[in-house]
């Protein structure tokens, strides 16, 4: 079935350094959500990308999705002991396989 | 009221016994959702239900049966299962779902399960 890759698997970062976290499908995504889970919580929605190219910005998080729609990337500035957790995409396919999310990036933040 | 309950936290069970989880939402969504999500990985979809129909089964072992009772209910009977079984069952809901098409989903705080 469709699936998306993401990498890295983990990373860890000094405190206030940046963190960009990427995501693959194999073929055109309806459209693409990024959730956070911070350890021991649920995944919390943080942004929905619908438009080839679109670049949405939350403070210190920016989103953005490919011009042909196969993949997105999530870019935090000045990390803090806060963005501690796993981030994971999720594609949506226009036709098959429905919802499915990707394996995460776990990002270690240290003080 | 934007949050998403689920019943019990915790729930040990052994193979031969019968359990059911709970979900409850009160935000108006049609759409509900049962997950499984193993430590350190992703939640992998089970069920989608739709305008309380259920309008996706992820090829799931019939020994997890859903139960959408009405628009903010969520129910997973659970009967003899296996201790691979044991795992976070997260219920999230959102506005609609469809080939294509889902909104933003709101997850509840989930149910660990042990299978014995």
């Known amino acids: 079935g469709q699936q998306v890759m993401q990498i890295p698997q983990y990373q860890h970062v000094q405190e206030g350094e940046d963190f960009t976290t990427y995501c693959n499908s194999s073929?055109?995504?309806?459209?693409i959500q990024w959730y956070k889970q911070r350890p021991g919580g649920h995944p919390v929605f943080l942004i929905q990308?619908?438009?080839?190219?679109e670049v949405k910005k939350q403070k210190r998080l920016t989103f953005q999705f490919g011009e042909a729609k196969k993949n997105s990337s999530l870019h935090i500035t000045a990390t803090q002991t806060t963005d501690v957790g796993t981030y994971f995409c999720?594609?949506?396919?226009?036709?098959?396989?429905?919802?499915?999310f990707g394996p995460g990036t776990r990002l270690s933040v240290l003080p | 009221d934007t949050e998403v309950t689920q019943t019990p936290k915790h729930l040990v069970m052994g193979m031969t016994n019968k359990k059911s989880l709970k979900c409850e939402q009160h935000?108006?969504?049609?759409?509900m959702y049962w997950y499984k999500q193993k430590a350190k990985k992703p939640p992998e979809l089970m069920f989608v239900?739709?305008?309380?129909?259920?309008?996706i089964n992820e090829s799931v072992p019939s020994r997890f049966s859903p139960e959408c009772p009405n628009s903010s209910l969520l129910n997973l009977h659970l009967h003899a299962l296996q201790p691979e079984d044991s795992a976070l069952y997260l219920c999230?809901?959102?506005?609609?779902?469809?080939?294509?098409?889902?909104?933003?989903?709101?997850f509840g705080p989930g149910t660990r399960l042990t299978v014995l």
């Open positions: 999230a809901s959102s506005q609609e779902a469809g080939t294509g098409v889902y909104n933003e989903q709101f």
């Open positions: 073929t055109t995504l309806s459209n």
């Open positions: 990308l619908v438009k080839s190219g």
């Open positions: 999720a594609g949506v396919w226009p036709y098959g396989q429905n919802f499915v």
């Open positions: 935000m108006g969504h049609r759409a």
């Open positions: 239900y739709s305008y309380e129909k259920l309008s």
